[in-house]
């Protein structure tokens, strides 16, 4: 069974950084793409960074670009967003998920509260 387990959430003030991990445990698993996404109080799910697994290419939200930088450790069975200049919109809950044959986000973690204060 393939689990997605998200780290690195917490509370930073306007303009501070953080970075998110998210560990991909369970048997041999080599997904398309990874991604990561985010939804605040009363909103919508939405889409904040994906990254081809194999690849490494990488896509933004147009809310993120230039602040934040998905990566990943094949290794590791790892998947990352180091978030820079964080604003207060950007207080959500963050979620990993992964695709695993390009068909759609099939598998989700239980997300990471990110707290921003102005």
């Known amino acids: 069974q393939v689990q997605l387990l998200e780290s690195g959430g917490g509370l930073v003030q306007a303009g501070g950084s953080l970075r998110l991990s998210c560990a991909v445990s369970?048997?041999?698993?080599?997904?398309?793409?990874m991604g990561w996404f985010r939804q605040a109080p009363e909103k919508e799910r939405e889409f904040v960074a994906s990254i081809g697994w194999s690849a490494g290419n990488p896509y933004y939200a147009d809310s993120v670009k230039g602040r934040f930088t998905i990566s990943r450790d094949r290794a590791k069975n790892t998947v990352y967003l180091q978030m820079n200049n964080l604003k207060p919109e950007d207080m959500a809950i963050y979620y990993c998920?992964?695709?695993?044959?390009?068909?759609?986000?099939?598998?989700w973690g239980q997300g990471t509260q990110v707290t921003v204060s102005s």
């Open positions: 998920a992964a695709d695993r044959q390009g068909s759609g986000w099939s598998y």
């Open positions: 369970g048997r041999t698993f080599s997904p398309y793409r």
